[in-house]
C-alpha cells in the first residue's frame, strides 16, 4: 500500500462499491471550540468540534458519460468539486469519467456546523475511489482551496486547522465524549461571505488568542473538559465583537446553573450550545435540565455527542 493510501485510511475515508462506484462520508462539528487570529501571517484559525452528524456521498460511473450530474441539485459546491476530480481522471485515462452524484446529510446548513466541508470532503472520498484517483488529505486540502474557506473535517481528531488557507495547523487529539444541548438563534450564515468581514481584533486579541491555543492544546492532551470549556466560552465572549449572539449571556448562566463545562458557539454560525462530560455520574440530570432551560430560552433543542478518536494518526505540520 502506498503511503498516500496509508494517509487516505488515516483521514477517516469511508468507501465501498464495485469498479466506477465509490461512497464517502465526513462529519461535522458544533462549531468551534476556538476560532480567531494569531500573531502572524495568514493566522486566522480554529480549533474543530467533531459531532456525530453525518454526510455521504456516493458516486457512480455512467458509461460514455461526460460531465457530472449532482442529487439534490442545490448542491452546486460538491458538484463543481466533483467535476474538477473527473477532469483529472479523464485527462489522466483519456475516457469519460462522468456519472452521478448522491449527497445525502444530516447536517443542518448555514448553521455553522461544517455542513458545507463535510459535504466536500465525502464528495472528494467518494469521487476520488470511483476514479481511482488517491484523496489523501494534503490533495483534498489543495483542491478545497479553490472553492472556499474549509473546516478541518477531514481529519479524524481535533484539529488546529487555517480554513481561509485550508490548511492544516496541528493535530491537538482526542477528547473523551461530550454532550452539547443546542439551541439555534435562527437565520443563516454564509461562509463564503462571513469570511470576507474584516476582524476587529486588536494586537493584544491576537496573542490572547495565541495563549488559548496553547492552553487548549495542552487542555486536549491532559483530556482536562473542565479547562476545554473555559477556552471555549472565552472564545465565544472574544467572537461577540465579530458576531454578536444575543443568547450567549443567558446560555452561560445555565450552564453555570446546570454545572456544565462551559459553552461553545459555532462562530460563523447561528448555534450556540452548553457542554457536558458524558462521564459525569450526574450527567442525566444536568443534561435534562439544561435541554428544559435552553428550550424555555430558544425554544427548539438538540442534543449532540462529540466524537472521540481512537487514533488519530501522525500528520505533520505544513
Not at 113 to 138: F, I, K, N, Y
Request: with cysteine.
Amino acid at each position: 500500500m502506498s503511503q498516500e493510501q496509508k494517509a487516505g485510511r488515516r483521514s477517516g475515508l469511508s468507501c465501498a462499491g464495485s469498479a466506477g462506484t465509490g461512497v464517502g462520508t465526513a462529519f461535522g462539528t458544533f462549531g468551534e471550540l476556538l476560532q480567531g487570529v494569531l500573531p502572524e501571517e495568514d493566522g486566522d484559525f480554529l480549533v474543530t468540534l467533531p459531532v456525530a452528524r453525518w454526510t455521504m456521498a456516493t458516486f457512480r460511473q455512467e458509461p460514455g458519460a461526460r460531465d457530472v450530474v449532482v442529487r439534490p441539485g442545490g448542491k452546486t459546491k460538491a458538484l463543481q468539486l466533483a467535476r474538477t476530480i473527473s477532469d483529472l481522471a479523464a485527462r489522466r485515462t483519456g475516457l469519460p469519467t462522468g456519472g452521478t452524484l448522491h449527497v445525502n446529510s444530516v447536517i443542518p446548513e448555514g448553521k455553522g456546523l461544517a455542513s458545507s466541508s463535510a459535504d466536500l470532503v465525502a464528495t472528494a472520498r467518494a469521487v476520488g475511489q470511483a476514479l481511482g484517483v488517491e484523496m489523501p488529505p494534503s490533495r483534498i486540502e489543495r483542491l478545497l482551496a479553490g472553492i472556499e474557506p474549509t473546516d478541518g473535517v477531514l481529519y479524524p481528531a481535533i484539529v488546529a486547522f487555517h480554513h481561509r488557507s485550508v490548511r492544516l495547523r496541528r493535530v491537538l487529539g482526542s477528547l473523551p465524549v461530550m454532550a452539547v444541548v443546542g439551541i439555534d438563534e435562527g437565520g443563516s450564515v454564509d461562509t463564503v461571505d462571513f469570511n470576507r468581514i474584516p476582524k476587529p481584533f486588536t494586537t493584544a486579541d491576537h496573542h490572547e488568542y495565541a495563549r488559548l491555543l496553547d492552553r487548549l492544546s495542552r487542555a486536549v492532551h491532559r483530556s482536562d473538559l473542565a479547562e476545554v470549556g473555559r477556552v471555549a466560552t472565552r472564545s465565544a465572549e472574544m467572537n461577540q465583537l465579530l458576531r454578536h449572539k444575543w443568547s450567549l449571556e443567558p446560555m452561560r448562566e445555565i450552564c453555570r446553573e446546570v454545572g456544565g463545562l462551559g459553552v461553545a458557539v459555532a462562530h460563523s454560525g447561528t448555534t450556540l450550545g452548553i457542554l457536558l462530560d458524558t462521564r459525569d455520574p450526574s450527567y442525566t440530570q444536568r443534561v435534562s435540565a439544561a435541554a428544559q432551560a435552553c428550550g424555555e430560552l430558544a425554544g427548539g433543542v438538540t442534543v449532540y455527542r462529540t466524537l472521540s478518536f481512537a487514533n488519530q494518526g501522525s500528520y505533520q505540520k505544513r
